[in-house]
């Protein structure tokens, strides 16, 4: 079946714009996660959704980012007024968190790059 | 301190050689434990779950020590498909789910 998605896959930007960062989760998963990875770094927690709720959003870096997640499904992420620390790969996972099962599917990233 | 330590490597191995990762956790709450693989500029995706008794699938082998806090990634017979970042794992029940903490990853780069 398909996996999770996420668009675009590639974002040049300059800085001070805003840019927008959309995933599609596995269809059913009703939890789904953001995270920032840096060039050679870990992945960093942004925000969790369970649902359309968001109980978690103590990774997020500071109020430029935002993140929204509608229908249960699609989520968007907001970066407003990019800085270039910004910059970093950005991935979506999605789980169906029931009697412990604790994977996360990991969608293939998008890369943002702010000039 | 990082919630998930791991040496970054990389670990530069020939073909099938025997190499071992190892990762320690700060939290003794931790409850789950997984090592991810990360192929270069590629999603993580999960390998295995790792547990107290120990667990195999093929030529890799996990292994938990709660005691110690400790982790280890066992491969055998390494194959040149194996190049890639291992990523320790370990979930913490915060905020009413169980939230998973990534390390940084170890890079492996196994050679002819």
């Known amino acids: 079946g398909a996996g999770v998605s996420q668009s675009p896959s590639n974002k040049v930007t300059e800085k001070g714009k805003d840019v927008e960062l959309r995933c599609d989760p596995i269809s059913g998963h009703t939890a789904l996660y953001w995270y920032r990875q840096s060039l050679g770094q870990g992945l960093e927690f942004l925000i969790y959704?369970?649902?359309?709720?968001?109980?978690?959003k103590s990774g997020l870096p500071s109020d430029r980012f935002s993140a929204e997640r509608t229908g249960g499904s699609v989520s968007t992420l907001t970066i407003q007024r990019t800085q270039q620390e910004d910059s970093a790969v950005y991935l979506c996972a999605s789980s169906f968190p029931l009697r412990g099962n604790n994977e996360q599917f990991f969608g293939p990233g998008t890369r943002l790059t702010v000039l | 301190r990082k919630e998930v330590e791991q040496d970054p490597g990389p670990f530069n191995v020939p073909e099938g050689a025997t190499v071992a990762f190892n990762c320690t956790y700060s939290?003794?709450?931790?409850?789950?434990f997984f090592w991810y693989r990360q192929d270069c500029r590629k999603e993580p995706k999960l390998l295995m779950s790792?547990?107290?008794s120990g667990n195999e699938d093929g030529r890799f082998t996990a292994q938990l020590n709660r005691a110690s806090q400790y982790i280890s990634l066992l491969i055998r017979d390494s194959k040149l498909s194996d190049s890639a970042t291992y990523l320790c794992?370990?979930?913490?029940?915060?905020?009413?789910?169980?939230?998973?903490?990534f390390g940084a990853g170890t890079r492996l780069a196994v050679h002819p």
């Open positions: 939290n003794s709450a931790s409850q789950s």
């Open positions: 959704f369970q649902g359309n709720s968001a109980p978690d």
């Open positions: 794992v370990v979930t913490l029940f915060s905020g009413g789910y169980n939230k998973l903490i």
């Open positions: 790792v547990y107290s």
